[in-house]
């Protein structure tokens, strides 16, 4: 991505890039349109709202929604978290930030109670978020029935008249099957009561932490042109049955840096016999434990 | 204490060198300059303002450059630089009729008014290596006069006079730009052609191949294919002018299908439509025979579960940007979702283990 | 009593050419009609039409809802789609029309009773072992997907996919039509043990006379995509009055 933007030929006769970018690289027009699709999807929590998603300079499934609803989102003020998979310094995160920081000049941070907006692949931080903040997720594939019908002529369909049952189907295999739910991510929730909604890769773990929220939760698909939301202190229930109910389970460790027992744990490989131990996925939550101690 | 290993900065930055200095190849090489791309790997040139949708020949050979000949890349590298340019209007529509061509091929009628033109084409070469290129500096002269200036008809015009194919109908509609506007399916027809026009050529290649293989096969020919330059004209409002902005190089495909009839009309050639920037026949020629598989309900044909067929799969896959992105996305950790299912198997796994011991 | 299903003038046309056209039935509860004619006299686009399907062009179908008159073709669709996933059941004949076929047999049977919201798996495994029971179909094939199943088996189980929420009104389009002659007279005693048992009111197409002689209590003749008799079935087949019917009897008749 450095390259798209510095890369200058003067042989070419083309301008250099950074100047030429508006702020937080898309154009008004364009933000105010991704605006509107995410005052609309926070009307109607777990809808998903087509909108008219852009070519981004990164590529299609590193988080072009969430980086286009991201930077619709930013002012002048916000300060930015970008996590991936949890932690601040995997390659997606650097990446996007850099992107934003090129781009906004904004001022970014780690600590995920300094941020305005944390922009997230895969997880929601350990620590509690609060009203003042929006929490972006990057969704790859948005429709939570898609593997179960492709179609998205059928799906908007069975949204539209809460024909669900075919979900609960999945679940009923999966318990005849092996006894257990057999999602660990991306595990299906359902909304306010109403929509059927994909929460992104996130593990299951997480799901709790979408539920009443005080935060702002937005999710943006990029190649698949969706858009939806759950506004502050929604009810978000994980589907499951009476006599089978969701269970957020983690690994029975704790991490062997901070020795957290109630964070979502990284498996690490450390040493040529497979022996393993745990860390904290969320980084900055294991950082500041230590910090405190 | 274990200090994890992951991503990180400085790795990023230093691969992005690496890169860079890979890209430039050996120093003792005179570099590759933009004209050099833009005037002799023309049809790359054109593939990438094709499938990257953006006419400009500079941009799209830097574009090749920087991405080191990956033209996938390079289209990319041109839709992303493409999404930040303003929109001013839109032209008025092309008027493929008042091509200048430099190729225009029918393969219905061997007569045709304004004749057959064959202009430069692999066609009739014979597929062998030409070690004279190798060496600098050889190349022959074209011996005619290059463009005509005159219009040309459509091939397709004579027979559409006659009632013999069907005729297209204009939907008097101004036409959604997909790249502004969601798509929704099912999708209007010129919502399917602006996809099919940035469309992947290798993808729509190999769909159109299986319609004539006989998956949903539709007996096509090539009615004519064109290749030339075409006028674009610009209204400006405020002054209620018309201007010339430019001249663009289009290729253009009208296939001849297989005919159907019905006691209310009577039998009929139907067609299909291609048409892209550059000289890019074979995307071209894929473009009108995926577009007519897909008008199956239009024309009251059967559905045959076929993928050519199938609109919301072939738009949906057709992009190769996004199907690039998708499929090159697994590269990026996904430690998390791992986690996830691996305490999960464990977790089944004791249950049957204690099970086993059990029984 | 009130009729369950009242079907007034119906037409379905496709193009200019007729499906079926000025149809009548009247459907009581507990009560099997039956409709008969050869192949292409419109019986499948009338069950089609009649069942949510196909979108006739004209005519009413009134469907009784504890005692709510619904105009099952002025409703919304939601409602529509709702009706058919709880009051209606549609038998097809090819059962892999009417099944998942990557879902075994209990999740098939279960899917019915989830979508009106139940979610104990407990009750509903009970609920799929009862009905495995009543189609005879041995509990042990419960976790079984259908491509494992015979023909007669994959019937038996659309059936249960089917009668498991108790709709009102169940349509079957030929459901014995692709068996062989022994698995078709199971099937068959089957749906009459069903019929009686669960007091099932059912529209039934065949082209079968015998299957329509030893399940239906009315039966409606069609020809070109009218119906030219209709009556007690009875009394039409021994005292056929059309001239078709007369063919159609003596035909079953000589063999």
Known sequence: MNNVLKFKNKKANVVAQDEIYNFAYLDENTKRMIRRALIKALCI????????????????????????????????????????????????AVSIRNFFKKTANIETTETTGDASIIQTRHRIPENQLNEKQILVYQVPIPEPLAFLEPRYQETKKMHALSEYGIMHVKLYE?????????????????????????????????????????????????????????????????????DYPFDPSKAPHKCSICGSNDSFLDEIITDDDGNRSFICSDTNYCNQRMKDK | MYVSVKGGEKAINNAHSWLSEIRRGDVNIAEL???????????????????GSLYDKDLSALAIKQSRGDLIEAIFLMRAYRTTLPRIGSSKPIETSKMLCLRRISATFKDIPGKQKLGPTFDYTHRLLDFKLLADGEYEKAKIEKYDDKEIPHVLSFLNKEGLIQKEIPSGKTSKDITRNPINFPLTRSERLQSLSRGDEGFLLGLAYSTQRGYARNHAFVGELRTGYVEVQFEIPELGIEINIADVMFTECE????????????????????????????????????????RWKEFGEEYLGVAAQDEEF?????????????????????YVDFQAELDLVRKIREEYNKNEQRT | ??????????????????????????????????????????????????????????????????????????????????LIRTELAFVHQNPRDGLRLDVSAGGNISERLMSIGQRNYGKIRQTIFKWLDKVEIDKSRVDDFPRTFSGGMLQRLQIAKNLVTSPKIIFMDEPTGGLDVSVQAKILDLLRKLV???????????????????????IIVMKNGE?????????????????????????????
């Open chain 2, 314 to 334: 072939v738009i949906s896959h057709c992009d190769n940007i996004q199907a690039t992105g998708f499929l090159e996305h697994i590269k990026l950790p996904h």
């Open chain 1, 45 to 92: 929590p777990g809808y998903q709202v087509p909108f008219s998603s852009r070519e981004m300079p990164m590529p299609y499934g590193w988080g072009t929604g969430g980086v286009q609803v991201t930077s619709s989102c930013l002012t002048t003020d916000d300060v930015l978290k970008v996590i991936d998979q949890g932690a601040d310094d995997t390659t997606n």
């Open chain 3, 227 to 255: 119906a030219v008799e209709s009556g007690l079935c009875d009394q039409v087949l021994d005292d056929p009055q059309h001239s078709y019917t007369q063919l159609l009897v003596s035909s079953v008749l000589q063999v």
């Open chain 1, 174 to 242: 999966d318990i005849t099957k092996n006894g257990h739910i057999e999602t660990a991510y991306a595990y299906p929730v359902k909304t306010n009561d109403r929509y059927i909604m994909d929460p992104s890769p996130i593990p299951k773990f997480d799901n709790p932490k979408m539920n009443n929220n005080p935060a702002i939760q937005l999710f943006g698909a990029g190649r698949e042109q969706r858009i939806y939301a759950i506004p502050p202190y929604t009810e978000v229930t994980s589907l499951d049955f009476e």
């Open chain 3, 1 to 82: 009593m009130e009729p369950i299903l009242s079907v007034q003038n119906l037409n379905k046309y496709y193009g200019d050419q007729v499906g079926c056209k000025n149809m009548n039935m009247t459907l009581y509860p507990g009560e099997v009609v039956g409709v008969v004619g050869e192949s292409g006299s419109g019986k499948t686009t009338f069950i089609n039409s009649i069942s949510g399907n196909l979108n006739p062009d004209r005519g009413k179908i009134l469907i009784n809802k504890d005692n709510e008159i619904i105009n099952f073709l002025e409703i919304s669709e939601s409602l529509k789609r709702l």
């Open chain 2, 33 to 51: 300059n933009i004209k050099q791309i833009s005037e002799q790997l023309t049809l790359s040139v054109d593939r990438v303002m094709s499938e």
């Open chain 3, 196 to 218: 009686r048992e669960l007091n099932l009111s059912v529209v039934i197409v065949s082209h079968d006379l015998a299957v329509i002689r030893l399940l239906a209590d009315k």
């Open chain 2, 255 to 294: 296939s001849v299908n297989q005919f159907k009839g019905s006691k209310k009309i009577p039998a009929q050639f139907t067609r299909g439509y291609g048409l892209v920037f550059g000289q890019l026949e074979r995307k071209a020629i894929s473009m009108a025979l995926v577009d007519r598989s897909m």
